[in-house]
């Protein structure tokens, strides 16, 4: 059993910055593609970014590409979202996500486990 444990989030202004983190437990996850997705409220949970067992492949959702970077250390057992240039329609619960067969997706019914998410508000 993969536990996955989301930190970082808040409230930040528009414009600004945050360094989400997601710390993993129970498997081997050098091995996993890690995602992160997130959900508005009243709206369907969205891609945001992944990245495969080696960051050799990462994706990102146009809405975040080019201000948002996903990346890991597999000695810590974590991976990372890097959010700069913060705008309010990034607010969300976002949430990581393990694909343990390691298969480079962008689909979240392919992530076979989830963290409980970290809120992020971005307001002025």
């Known amino acids: 059993q993969v536990q996955l444990v989301e930190s970082g989030g808040g409230l930040v202004q528009p414009g600004g910055s945050l360094r989400l983190s997601c710390a993993a437990s129970?498997?081997?996850?050098?091995?996993?593609?890690m995602g992160w997705f997130r959900q508005a409220p009243g709206k369907d949970r969205e891609f945001v970014a992944t990245?495969?067992?080696?960051?050799?492949?990462?994706a990102y959702a146009d809405s975040v590409k080019g201000r948002f970077t996903i990346s890991r250390d597999n000695a810590k057992n974590t991976v990372y979202l890097q959010m700069n240039s913060l705008k309010p329609e990034d607010t969300a619960v976002y949430y990581c996500?393990?694909?343990?067969?390691?298969?480079?997706?962008?689909?979240?019914?392919?992530?076979?486990?989830w963290g409980q998410g970290t809120q992020v508000t971005v307001s002025s």
């Open positions: 129970g498997g081997t996850f050098s091995r996993y593609t």
């Open positions: 996500a393990a694909d343990v067969q390691g298969r480079p997706s962008t689909i979240g019914r392919q992530y076979d486990y």
């Open positions: 990245i495969t067992w080696n960051g050799g492949w990462t």
